[in-house]
């Protein structure tokens, strides 16, 4: 038995971004990137530590939203597509920098990941990548935990039920539907919790989620164990807090391992540096400068006059800081240890695209750190149904509202930037709830129309929008794509009302949006309060 344990979570998630109506979209390549990046790295790494016979155990969330692109055929064609762009992009960058060793060895790197990423994606699994994690999900090496349909921030929904129900009834059956199974964890978008959210979450089986450090210690007993032990709701349903000292050793771009000077620069790429005479036939309309993935330089420090990037002595760093990372962890389980009536365990969920896409580096910092874990006599990685296994007795305590967002709670999510976006959104809730009692048991057509208006409905609702609106990153795309959401739904709502449904409109929607291929619409079908939650919903972005 280790003396402690540690939870690594991986969260994958995007946006739905599908444009069948568009030879190439833009926004698309949101995808093509985290693949290139991130998730073809992660699962080469679990195929070197899988066939180094290393001890491993992680938990990842698929999104539904993402599982729908990765397992969509368009969307594959068009990312080998992209593959091959970016060879030939690599190929004519190693002969612009033949004269220039240190930027020459930086392309030579971006075209051997290129045509690896080619190979790989045409050779595993036709394309599938949930394929392959699912692949080691029944290995027993990867937990992979459900979440809501589509990555909406729950509490801002929580005074429609039958809004948070749908999110996560539809995340759970997106979930069984590509991995043959029942989830056991559920991912809250941003570590986003109000007071009853764990009412839906049993409803649906589900035995425990992650909530932010403050979400624990805040709630309504002070954990004996601080955030190194879970808790349980009143329900049963066990709540893991984030370590925020841990993740903030990896996580800040200040503070954190990725802030050092010798990572590569992720804001210095070619797409804005070279010519538009060379770089245009790799940029939307040869006109619109974006990045490229092809950045030659290190994070130096504050300054523009940047260094050329050193592969070698970034891995080197990576492994220091995958050594350092557990070296901390073990002195915190050496002093837990001997504070604790249980053994231990460091929750440390990240956001996947961290590793690889903003943190060049973290696909190498996460491999040595396994290794690392896995050669140590006091610590060994978990996931969190092997810890509830092990150590079922837990505190019972009801968290508090928390995210993990900016200052804690809803903010990001709720400013003056989105907070327009809500009366909106919940007034297509409310129109669906009207349709499913007006239409309660449709087949046909109409049942084609009401389905796509739940599909609708939830898309309007993803978290991605608001966020991207309070970034003041690609605004007037979310802001489009929250209409056209919004619109559908009014469309649907307004057709069925006429008695008419127009077949060639709804085709064309139900083929852009052809995510959730088994919903009902009657998902949405009870407004009443779960059991056990709130008499009193929670004000949108007011801590109760």
């Keep these: 038995m280790k003396r402690g344990h540690v939870i690594l979570l991986l969260h994958a998630h995007l946006p739905f971004v599908r444009h069948p109506e568009e030879g190439s979209f833009l926004e698309e390549t949101w995808l093509f990137e985290a693949i290139s990046e991130t998730y073809l790295p992660l699962l080469r790494m679990l195929d070197r530590l899988d066939s180094d016979d290393v001890p491993f155990r992680l938990a990842v969330s698929l999104s539904p939203t993402l599982v729908a692109m990765l397992q969509d055929q368009l969307l594959q064609g068009r990312y080998r597509a992209y593959c091959a762009r970016m060879v030939d992009l690599a190929q ?10 240190d930027f020459n060895r930086v392309a030579r790197l971006y075209l051997d990941l290129h045509e690896q990423n080619l190979r790989d994606f045409a050779n595993a699994f036709d394309g599938d990548l949930t394929r392959w994690f699912d692949l080691y999900y029944k290995r027993g090496r990867l937990e992979i935990v459900a979440t809501a349909a589509t990555h909406a921030y729950l509490p801002l929904y929580t005074q429609h039920p039958a809004a948070v129900r749908a999110q ?39 035995r425990y989620f992650f909530v932010a450090s403050h979400g624990v210690v805040f709630g309504e007993h002070r954990p004996n164990s601080g955030v190194y032990a879970p808790t349980k709701c009143h329900n049963g349903v066990a709540t893991f807090a984030r370590d925020y000292a841990s993740t903030n050793a990896v996580w800040s771009s200040d503070e954190g391992y990725p802030a050092d000077v010798a990572y590569r620069d992720f804001y210095r790429d070619i797409g804005h540096d070279l010519p538009l005479d060379y770089i245009g036939d790799f940029l939307p309309d040869r ?41 901390n962890q073990q002195r915190r389980i050496e002093r837990l240890a001997t504070l604790m009536d249980r053994t231990p365990v460091v929750s440390c969920p990240f956001d996947a695209e961290l590793f690889g896409h903003w943190w060049f580096e973290g696909p190498q910092w996460l491999e040595a750190t396994i290794r690392r874990i896995a050669e140590s006599d006091d610590l ?57 009692h007006r239409f309660p048991d449709e087949s046909g057509l109409r049942r084609r129309a009401l389905n796509q208006c739940a599909r609708e409905v939830l898309l309007s609702q993803a978290s991605d929008w608001p966020f991207i609106m309070h970034a003041g990153t690609a605004v007037p795309y979310a802001v489009r794509r929250l209409k056209d959401h919004v619109a559908n739904v009014a469309h649907v709502y307004e057709a069925l009302g006429r008695g008419t449904v127009g077949t060639e409109w709804l085709t064309r929607v139900e083929r852009q949006h052809n995510l959730f291929p088994d919903i009902d619409y009657r998902v949405f079908a009870s407004d009443s309060p779960s059991p056990g939650s709130p008499s009193t919903p929670p004000v949108p972005g007011r801590q109760p």
Excluded at 92 to 101: A, G, K, L, N, Y
Excluded at 182 to 193: D, I, Q, S, T, V
Excluded at 402 to 420: A, F, I, P, R, T
């Design 92 to 101: 004519r960058e190693v002969e612009r920098t033949r004269s220039q060793p």
């Design 168 to 206: 996560i009834s539809v995340g759970v059956q997106e979930h069984a539907r590509a991995f043959g199974k029942a989830p056991r964890g559920f991912w809250l978008p941003e570590c986003g919790y109000a007071p009853g959210i764990e009412s839906y979450l049993a409803e649906h089986g589900i």
């Design 287 to 327: 006109s619109i400068r974006m990045s490229t993935g092809f950045k030659y330089y290190a994070v130096t420090g504050r300054t523009d006059q940047k260094l050329p990037y050193d592969p070698q002595r970034a891995s080197r760093k990576a492994v220091e800081h995958a050594e350092n990372f557990v070296y």
């Design 380 to 436: 060994e990685l978990t996931t969190p149904s092997e810890y509830l296994k092990q150590s079922p007795d837990l505190q019972a305590s009801a968290p508090a509202f928390s995210s993990w967002g900016s200052k804690g709670y809803s903010e990001v999510w709720l400013d003056g930037s989105n907070d327009w976006v809500y009366r909106h959104t919940h007034k297509a809730v409310e129109r669906m709830a009207e349709l499913v």
